[in-house]
């Protein structure tokens, strides 16, 4: 053996240690995933699965240690219920319009403050009042403003001659819930009129330069170029516009309590009653379990819709 060969050999060498990888391991992103996958579980899941359970059993708010196993008793007691149908009803007209008042309105606004003028910067700063305003603070307002005696909107509406015979708006099956619609939708849109009024913004001016320059109006510039950029971002909004309307219940409740004669009741005021008003764990579990395969009908819905636009796109 030479000597340069045995130099090689003592010499150590440099480098041959594997170094991990900068991305970290494959169980990196579980690892970070964990401690929102264990509050959901805990907070979400289990309360879920007790739910369940009790919806299908008879068990009062007075004594709910002791429960009675009735399978789908609850579930045929209210489905045989003509109250219950028109609850449902209800829901779903509520729901509707505050989607569609919510974020119409909301798209209006946006393309108003979408465009250039003096105080912009102050009109997109007040246009967000309404939903910064807690939910108990709007329904007490709204409360004050439609009170039949000193209320403002119904001086006005007596102005235009178009009064409430007596005033009283909360109070009459015909106007209680457009009342409810209209305070709602006041307090959503702002939300979905700053998050589309960022879709905007994101529009290329570019493409909307160029179907100007084409000849296209406003009209089928926005439904060319506007519209088709903003259309994932109103999807979004509609889901959670439906979804949080499904969950409303400190407005409605304040403002009339479901009434009047049922007239606004939701699926939320209704499992409320059912709990805490006839006592009875059972039923209110029932009717909570309907809102959550409604929400998860929506859900899905939603998702077919998503899809089959992005193979349209393609």
């Given at each position: 053996?030479?000597?340069?060969?045995?130099?090689?050999?003592?010499?150590?060498?440099?480098?041959?240690?594997?170094?991990?990888?900068?991305?970290?391991?494959?169980?990196?992103?579980?690892?970070?995933?964990?401690?929102?996958?264990?509050?959901?579980?805990?907070?979400?899941?289990?309360?879920?699965?007790?739910?369940?359970?009790?919806?299908?059993?008879?068990?009062?708010?007075?004594?709910?240690?002791?429960?009675?196993?009735?399978?789908?008793?609850?579930?045929?007691?209210?489905?045989?219920?003509?109250?219950?149908?028109?609850?449902?009803?209800?829901?779903?007209?509520?729901?509707?319009?505050?989607?569609?008042?919510?974020?119409?309105?909301?798209?209006?606004?946006?393309?108003?403050?979408?465009?250039?003028?003096?105080?912009?910067?102050?009109?997109?700063?007040?246009?967000?009042?309404?939903?910064?305003?807690?939910?108990?603070?709007?329904?007490?307002?709204?409360?004050?403003?439609?009170?039949?005696?000193?209320?403002?909107?119904?001086?006005?509406?007596?102005?235009?001659g178009l009064g409430v015979p007596g005033g009283a708006i909360l109070d009459s099956p015909r106007y209680a819930l457009p009342a409810i619609l209209a305070t709602t939708i006041w307090q959503l849109f702002p939300f979905t009129s700053v998050v589309l009024l960022s879709a905007l913004q994101a529009v290329p001016p570019h493409l909307t330069e160029a179907a100007m320059m084409d000849g296209a109006g406003r009209w089928w510039t926005f439904r060319a170029v506007t519209w088709q950029v903003i259309k994932p971002t109103i999807g979004l909004l509609?889901?959670?516009?439906?979804?949080?309307?499904?969950?409303?219940?400190?407005?409605?409740?304040?403002?009339?309590?479901?009434?009047?004669?049922?007239?606004?009741?939701?699926?939320?005021?209704?499992?409320?009653?059912?709990?805490?008003?006839?006592?009875?764990?059972?039923?209110?579990?029932?009717?909570?379990?309907?809102?959550?395969?409604?929400?998860?009908?929506?859900?899905?819905?939603?998702?077919?819709?998503?899809?089959?636009?992005?193979?349209?796109?393609?």
């Amino acid at each position: 053996m030479t000597v340069l060969e045995r130099q090689r050999n003592t010499v150590p060498r440099s480098g041959t240690r594997r170094r991990g990888s900068p991305r970290g391991s494959k169980w990196t992103p579980y690892l970070f995933m964990a401690p929102a996958a264990v509050f959901i579980l805990v907070f979400q899941g289990v309360p879920l699965v007790q739910e369940i359970f009790l919806s299908f059993t008879r068990t009062s708010l007075l004594n709910p240690t002791r429960s009675t196993w009735v399978g789908l008793d609850n579930y045929t007691r209210i489905f045989g219920d003509e109250d219950f149908h028109r609850t449902l009803l209800t829901t779903f007209i509520y729901v509707i319009a505050c989607v569609v008042g919510s974020v119409g309105a909301g798209l209006a606004v946006a393309l108003l403050l979408n465009r250039g003028f003096r105080g912009r910067g102050w009109a997109r700063a007040l246009v967000t009042i309404p939903w910064a305003a807690p939910g108990i603070a709007v329904a007490l307002i709204a409360t004050w403003m439609l009170n039949p005696d000193y209320g403002i909107v119904n001086r006005f509406l007596e102005t235009i001659g178009l009064g409430v015979p007596g005033g009283a708006i909360l109070d009459s099956p015909r106007y209680a819930l457009p009342a409810i619609l209209a305070t709602t939708i006041w307090q959503l849109f702002p939300f979905t009129s700053v998050v589309l009024l960022s879709a905007l913004q994101a529009v290329p001016p570019h493409l909307t330069e160029a179907a100007m320059m084409d000849g296209a109006g406003r009209w089928w510039t926005f439904r060319a170029v506007t519209w088709q950029v903003i259309k994932p971002t109103i999807g979004l909004l509609a889901l959670l516009m439906t979804i949080w309307s499904l969950r409303r219940f400190e407005l409605i409740w304040l403002m009339t309590k479901g009434g009047p004669v049922g007239a606004t009741e939701t699926l939320v005021i209704d499992l409320y009653s059912q709990a805490f008003d006839s006592k009875q764990l059972g039923s209110a579990a029932a009717i909570g379990m309907v809102g959550v395969v409604v929400s998860l009908i929506v859900i899905a819905g939603s998702r077919f819709v998503a899809r089959a636009a992005e193979r349209e796109a393609r």
